[in-house]
């Protein structure tokens, strides 16, 4: 039962930091890609971040690149988003989610496309206040 929990959420001022974790069980973490995505009341989820767990590559969206970091540690089964400079337009819902990592992420497939992630946790609030 594959499950993804996300926690970590919460109140900080811009130019703050926080860091999210993604706990994991019920598959080979190896397999999967992991992927940080983020709503807002109203807007689309949109892809954030994401990590190949067997090769450690990872896709930053252009919004968050040189800002958050996305890394994980196979022996927890976890995975965390390291959030630094935070501006109150980061203020959303993240949620982790999984996709068997099939594609690569340097390939042509898309990175963060919702319909390949299969499984999900539940979100965090991450509130930005300026």
């Known amino acids: 039962d594959v499950q993804l929990q996300a926690y970590g959420g919460g109140l900080v001022q811009a130019g703050g930091s926080l860091r999210l974790s993604c706990a994991t069980s019920g598959f080979t973490f190896a397999d999967y890609d992991i992927g940080w995505f983020r709503q807002v009341p109203g807007k689309e989820r949109e892809g954030v971040s994401c990590i190949n767990n067997n090769d450690g590559s990872t896709y930053y969206a252009e919004s968050v690149r040189g800002r958050f970091t996305i890394s994980s540690d196979s022996a927890k089964n976890t995975v965390y988003l390291q959030m630094n400079s935070l501006k109150p337009e980061d203020t959303a819902v993240y949620y982790c989610?999984?996709?068997?990592?099939?594609w690569g992420l340097g390939s042509k497939h898309p990175v963060m496309a919702k319909r390949d992630f299969g499984s999900w946790g539940q979100g965090t609030q991450v509130t930005v206040s300026s």
């Open positions: 989610a999984a996709r068997p990592n099939l």
